[in-house]
C-alpha cells in the first residue's frame, strides 16, 4: 500500500515488489551503480554524501575477487538530495506566445502600409503617364 500512496508510478510497483521478495539477487546496488543512477537523473543534484566504514582486510580482499577490484566496498549509506527542474508551464509558454503576436499584429498595419507604398512607386515606374 505504501508504494500506491505516491513515492513512485503504477508501472515500478510490480518490478520494485518482485526485486525486493522475490528475485534472487541482493536487493541492492554497488555504490558505482548508484552514482551512475544518480548522475544520469534528469533531476538537479543537491548534493551527494556517502558514509564509509571500516572493512576487514580478509572481507576486502574476497569481495574484489567476487566483484572486481574497482569497487568501493567502504561506503555503508549514502545520503542525497535531488530537485526537479522547473519548466514553464504551457500557460506561461501561452502568454509569452499571444504577446509576441500582439507585437506583431501591432506592427502588422505600418509595415503593410510600407509595403504598399513601394509597390506604388513600383506600379508608377513602369506604367506610362
Same mark, same amino acid.
Given at each position: 500500500m505504501y508504494l500506491r500512496s505516491g513515492p513512485c508510478c503504477e508501472e515500478l510497483i510490480? %518490478? @520494485?515488489i518482485h526485486w525486493v521478495y522475490l528475485g534472487d539477487g541482493i536487493n541492492r546496488c554497488h555504490f558505482e551503480e548508484y552514482m551512475r543512477a544518480f548522475h544520469a537523473t534528469p533531476l538537479e543534484i543537491q548534493y551527494i554524501r556517502s558514509f564509509n566504514g571500516g572493512v576487514e582486510p580478509q572481507i576486502l580482499v574476497e569481495l574484489r575477487s567476487k566483484y572486481g577490484p574497482d569497487?568501493? /566496498? &567502504?561506503? &555503508?549509506s549514502i545520503? #542525497? #538530495? /535531488?530537485r526537479k527542474l522547473p *519548466?514553464?508551464?504551457i500557460g506561461s509558454s501561452l502568454f509569452a506566445c499571444s504577446i509576441r503576436l500582439r507585437r506583431w499584429l501591432d506592427e502588422l498595419p505600418s509595415v503593410l502600409v510600407k509595403a504598399l *507604398?513601394? !509597390?506604388k512607386r513600383r506600379i508608377r515606374? @513602369? !506604367? %506610362?503617364r
Open positions: 510490480e %518490478p @520494485i569497487r568501493n /566496498f &567502504t561506503c &555503508t545520503s #542525497a #538530495a /535531488f *519548466r514553464p508551464s *507604398r513601394r !509597390l515606374g @513602369i !506604367l %506610362p
